[in-house]
């Protein structure tokens, strides 16, 4: 076998895996959130849960995407381990989809690729049309990377030891096996199966063998849902573990049956003259089977689970207020005064979690990412919680003072909840840093740290005064020097990275994410002033 044939088929595969990722990512882009919002809803039982995971995971074509998506909602407990079984064997029919049309006998790649570009091109500043064109092309490009391997394993077909590595996947065993390692390796199972298409549609492979592949390509498909095990609640976990043992159970079953009954042989008489057809027809129905067969009996599923990876999550303390209840409102004053400590707790929170969100940056130490998700969460409802109390105890009677300080908390609260949510954003660089290899080098890191630092002492400052009250105006010239020199510290940083982006000192990848960095901690700075401002003694009305 030539070096050309390799790089044909690597060059094939390339194209292949090209095009099925920006599909997918077109497909997830746009639909994403919708789809996100849909799956949290649709799973009141499940086969209403299955239907969903099929449907979402036929529409984003990655039944990886959606189990992790899965998981991560057990894991924020938005879902329970009952209502993920369901969407689970539904995301493993739902992949099967990308199998028939792969089947396809005629080559439509370069004119999906040609519309999908050319969609892209004419349509740039209409992002939904945009992203129609991404994965219009993802699309052709995926079909052209499947011709490429086609035709580049012709010559495979006179090579003994591809022959004969060939003739050891008819042992079910080893068949399922290296169907597993492939999968594992590619991170999808339809990716693996399009290969297994191929090979077939050349002769390389028999059908009874391709069987073995699908199956094996089934249980390898469960690598992406149980790397995303770490640092994940136990719940979420067990949910990983009943992916894995939902395919590794439907994949036995298979075999058992394959044994007893001739289900390639069947597949081959309904479609004898198209071998990818034949594949895809046995992929659908193999998972359509052991998806009504064993959704009712998923219960199990779940205890094995349990028996598995033992343990309790621990409790997460309830969302709810600490000093304020409505209740109060008979006495304003003190309702009042309870609500202005639940503004104190909300900005001591989210300086601690704005802190742990800096340190993830720094350390690229996720750790912490659940309790900084779980405090925004908090933030979210506080601001909620502590403006409808602001909005009941405003018109009821109380001391000018009292007033004043009630209709500044309205603002104080919102800029807490900025602050929070610039910490997310950092976070959010934080796990980017993690996904792209962006190294900051050692003088950005030092700048980062220093400018982090400064804006402390700002929202230190700022919080303080929150917790006194009637900042003296002789702080608050202190405290604007403060903020000032975050600003100017800003704008030199700035500065000094284009250039050291100019000079290819520093990558463009960490180059965005040190910019977007130092922008958040500028805002954090100008929310912190704001605080201040509404706390200083005869309070202005000034919000930036």
Request: proline share 3%; net charge negative.
């Amino acid at each position: 076998m030539s070096i050309g044939i390799v790089i044909s088929l690597l060059g094939g595969l390339a194209f292949f895996l090209f095009g099925m990722r920006t599909m997918g990512e077109g497909l997830e882009r746009a639909a994403g959130p919708k789809l996100k919002h849909f799956l949290s809803l649709m799973t009141r039982n499940r086969f209403i849960a299955m239907l969903t995971g099929l449907l979402v995971t036929a529409l984003i074509q990655s039944s990886g995407a959606t189990t992790v998506m899965v998981i991560g909602f057990v894991n924020a407990q938005l879902l329970t381990l009952s209502q993920a079984v369901g969407v689970i064997i539904g995301a493993n029919i739902g992949t099967t989809v990308t199998s028939l049309l792969l089947s396809i006998k005629f080559d439509p790649g370069p004119v999906f690729a040609f519309i999908g570009i050319l969609m892209m091109m004419v349509f740039d500043k209409k992002e939904s049309l945009k992203q129609a064109g991404s994965v219009c092309m993802g699309l052709g490009v995926l079909f052209i990377g499947l011709d490429l391997m086609s035709s580049s394993t012709e010559p495979l077909r006179e090579w003994p030891v591809f022959l004969n590595l060939m003739q050891g996947v008819r042992n079910p065993l080893l068949g399922v096996l290296v169907g597993i390692v492939i999968t594992a390796l590619l991170q999808s199972s339809s990716v693996s199966v399009g290969i297994v298409q191929v090979l077939a549609a050349g002769g390389l492979v028999s059908i009874e063998g391709a069987l073995y592949l699908i199956l094996g390509a089934k249980i390898g498909s469960c690598t992406p849902s149980l790397l995303s095990m770490a640092n994940s609640r136990i719940s979420a976990k067990r949910t990983a573990m009943i992916h894995l043992l939902f395919n590794a159970v439907a994949a036995s079953l298979i075999l058992l049956l394959n044994t007893f009954l001739p289900l390639a042989q069947w597949a081959q008489a309904i479609v004898p003259d198209n071998p990818k057809l034949c594949i895809s027809l046995m992929h659908i129905s193999t998972s359509v089977f052991c998806g009504v067969l064993i959704l009712p009996a998923s219960s199990l599923l779940e205890k094995l689970a349990c028996l598995i990876i033992r343990g309790q999550d621990e409790e997460r303390e309830p969302i709810k207020m600490q000093f304020y209840d409505p209740r109060l409102l008979k006495t304003p004053t003190l309702a009042a005064e309870q609500l202005y400590r639940e503004v104190c707790r909300m900005g001591r929170e989210t300086h601690d979690h704005f802190a742990l969100a800096m340190d993830a940056l720094r350390t690229l130490d996720l750790s912490h990412e659940q309790e900084i998700n779980d405090h925004e969460e908090l933030a979210d409802f506080l601001e909620e919680s502590i403006t409808e109390g602001l909005v009941a105890v405003m018109p009821l009677e109380l001391s000018e003072r009292e007033s004043k300080r009630i209709a500044e908390l309205f603002h104080v609260v919102n800029d807490i909840e900025r602050i929070s949510d610039h910490a997310m954003n950092i976070l959010n660089l934080a796990r980017e840093r993690i996904e792209r290899s962006a190294k900051l080098s050692d003088k950005a890191a030092a700048e980062l740290q220093e400018l982090f630092e400064q804006t402390m002492k700002v929202l230190d400052a700022a919080l303080e005064g929150l917790e006194e009250w009637d900042i003296p105006d002789s702080i608050m010239v202190l405290l604007e020097q403060e903020e000032q020199a975050v600003d100017d510290m800003t704008e030199a940083l700035r500065k000094k990275h284009i250039d050291r982006l100019k000079d290819h000192k520093c990558t463009p990848k960490s180059g965005v994410i040190f910019l977007e960095a130092i922008n958040n901690l500028e805002r954090v700075a100008d929310h912190a002033m704001n605080i201040a401002t509404c706390a200083r003694e005869d309070a202005l009305h000034t919000h930036a």
